[in-house]
């Protein structure tokens, strides 16, 4: 399994940013597909995920304001976050969970600053 992210950046605050990650390995797809982050000195954490349905699960601390959304033909994934803080600024990791074992790829940093 591999997960390939792009996007990310340096943002102001209120700004947007898109990230992208194509999931590839699974030949049945993958059941949810999601994103982290992890701050530095902080511990990662889920930002939100979504499953083959489309139901989705966020954080709190981004509801209203990420979009997370999938493409299952394509096993792609894609996080809109807009009105961004300054607690945003992390690196962001794509995650998914296959034959019981989690995936992740390689992080985006994203850079939210006045």
């Known amino acids: 399994v591999q997960l390939q992210a792009s996007g990310g950046g340096l943002v102001q605050i209120g700004g947007s940013l898109r990230l992208s990650c194509a999931a590839s390995?699974?030949?049945?797809?993958?059941?949810?597909l999601g994103w982290y982050r992890q701050a530095p000195g902080k511990q990662r954490e889920l930002v939100a995920d979504?499953?083959?349905?489309?139901?989705?699960n966020y954080a709190d601390f981004v509801k209203g304001r990420f979009t997370i959304s999938r493409d299952n033909a394509k096993n792609t994934v894609n996080l809109q976050m807009d009105s961004l803080k300054p607690e945003d600024t992390a690196v962001y990791y794509c995650?998914?969970?296959?034959?019981?074992?989690?995936?992740w790829g390689k992080g985006t940093q994203v850079t939210v600053s006045s």
């Open positions: 979504i499953g083959r349905s489309g139901d989705t």
């Open positions: 390995g699974a030949a049945f797809g993958f059941d949810r």
């Open positions: 995650m998914t969970r296959y034959f019981a074992l989690n995936y």
